[in-house]
């Protein structure tokens, strides 16, 4: 009797462990990425000027765990490209060219978050592959974590230069600045 009593105790206890949750492991929290309110803006330079414009994010989701961001992935719609200043549909023509970006053949781009090291609360180093015109290279930038509340949203920003040859984007070295300054503002809900 002792014996079933002392099995059924053992079974019972394998029962419970098998069912609860293991400590320190948390929730991951999957964000749809608002792809009306977010999207990337771009500086390029040359010697005697500059444009502006931006790129519309398509789809994505954000994965946060413990309140903290720490995955996730987003789709830039590169043949979406529009310029802000005063060149137009013409110089966006131009960008969405075989010259520069090809997007009759990569008409978007992804990036993929490999992995995030927060370095304050509200700020992450984030490091992920980033697939432009076919090409797909890391890159690494400070990410701005503005708001992960699940009735709210997720906002973040990051601010920082990208360098257009890594990508095979060599129109004009020389003349145009090989740093193109991209601004992401990512929204998830």
Same mark, same amino acid.
Do not use: C, W
């Given at each position: %009797?002792?014996?079933? %009593?002392?099995?059924? %105790?053992?079974?019972?206890? $394998? ?17 749809? +990425? ?35 961001? +720490? ?6 719609? $590169?043949?979406?490209?529009? $310029? ?20 009759? $053949? &990569? ?59 890594? &990508? ?22």
């Amino acid at each position: %009797m002792k014996k079933i %009593m002392l099995s059924m %105790m053992v079974l019972a206890s $394998v029962a419970l462990f098998s069912f609860t949750t293991k400590p320190g492991k948390k929730d991951v929290t999957t964000f749809t +990425v608002d792809a009306a309110k977010s999207k990337i803006d771009f500086t390029g330079s040359k010697t005697s000027d500059f444009h502006t414009g931006y790129f519309p994010v398509k789809s994505g989701s954000i994965k946060v765990e413990g309140g903290k961001l +720490v995955g996730g992935s987003f789709v830039i719609d $590169v043949a979406g490209l529009k $310029v802000t200043d005063g060149a137009g549909d013409n110089l966006a023509k131009h960008l969405i060219s075989a010259d520069f970006l090809d997007a009759m $053949v &990569f008409g978007q781009s992804t990036f993929t978050i490999q992995s995030v090291n927060y370095t304050r609360a509200d700020r992450a180093t984030v490091s992920g592959d980033l697939t432009l015109r076919g090409i797909k290279a890391p890159i690494t930038f400070t990410t701005y974590i503005r708001s992960v509340d699940p009735a709210k949203g997720f906002f973040a920003e990051a601010f920082f230069p990208l360098d257009r040859t890594v &990508f095979g984007v060599k129109y004009g070295i020389g003349a145009i600045d090989s740093d193109v300054q991209l601004a992401i503002h990512l929204y998830g809900k």
